[in-house]
T-cell receptor
Framework: GDSVTQMEGPVTLSEEAFLTINCTYT??????LFWYVQYPGEGLQLLLK?????DKGSNKGFEATYRKETTSFHLEKGSVQVSDSAVYFC???????????????FGQGTILTVHP | DADVTQTPRNRITKTGKRIMLECSQT?????MYWYRQDPGLGLRLIYY???????NKGEISDGYSVSRQTQAKFSLSLESAIPNQTALYFC??????????????FGSGTRLTVV
């Protein structure tokens, strides 16, 4: 079945540091890929998405590129802020096979803490 | 008001009790989902529904049941709660296309503790 693997956390950075959170996936079809963010005490919010190979999703300074050859969708940000402290989830939605169930499959989440 | 509302926000219950978690949405989406979040395990799908007459099991449905009362309401029940069902539960909706291209909308979660 489909699966998503994220780098183990937690990740602790100083403000203005560069962030990378690795994400790789396994899917039988051709999935859409997502990053969700969960701030303390809140539900998940869509951060960015990509629907086909070489697409780059971006939002709030975060970026991720859909790499089909390496089955990866790594999240990056050039300069993190304290307000970026949250849990980040990589996810995929596989619609291939003619039956578009569109269920999201999540990675285990990566806790990011940014210190001033 | 939130697009997806979950009640209660927090609940402590005893082993063996029946408990219902409720979810209502104002997005007008046909598809609704229940996920469970455990530390280090991400979110796992319990049940999902594509319309009022369509209910499907997810990867961890044992010990849970659901009811889709209307397009807007989707409730999750634990018939006889056990401690390993202690977790954070999320309801979510998505549009008919199901690709989630516009993102899934999540509720704020229900933190359930079974003692």
């Amino acid at each position: 079945g489909d699966s998503v693997t994220q780098m183990e956390g937690p990740v602790t950075l100083s403000e203005e540091a560069f962030l990378t959170i690795n994400c790789t996936y396994t899917a039988t079809g051709y999935p859409s890929l997502f990053w969700y963010v969960q701030y303390p005490g809140e539900g998940l919010q869509l951060l960015l998405k990509a629907t086909k190979a070489d697409d780059k999703g971006s939002n709030k300074g975060f970026e991720a590129t859909y790499r089909k050859e390496t089955t990866s969708f790594h999240l990056e940000k050039g300069s993190v802020q304290v307000s970026d402290s949250a849990v980040y989830f990589c996810a995929l939605s596989d619609i291939s096979g003619g039956t578009s169930y569109g269920k999201l499959t999540f990675g285990q989440g990566t806790i990011l803490t940014v210190h001033p | 008001d939130a697009d997806v509302t979950q009640t209660p926000r927090n609940r402590i219950t005893k082993t063996g009790k029946r408990i219902m978690l409720e979810c209502s949405q104002t997005k007008g989406h046909d598809r609704m989902y229940w996920y469970r979040q455990d530390p280090g395990l991400g979110l796992r799908l319990i049940y999902y529904s594509f319309d009022v007459k369509d209910i499907n099991k997810g990867e961890i449905s044992d010990g849970y049941s659901v009811s889709r009362q209307t397009q807007a309401k989707f409730s999750l029940s634990l018939e006889s709660a056990i401690p390993n069902q202690t977790a954070l539960y999320f309801c979510a909706t998505s549009d008919l296309g199901g690709r989630g291209l516009y993102g899934y909308t999540f509720g704020s979660g229900t933190r359930l503790t079974v003692v």
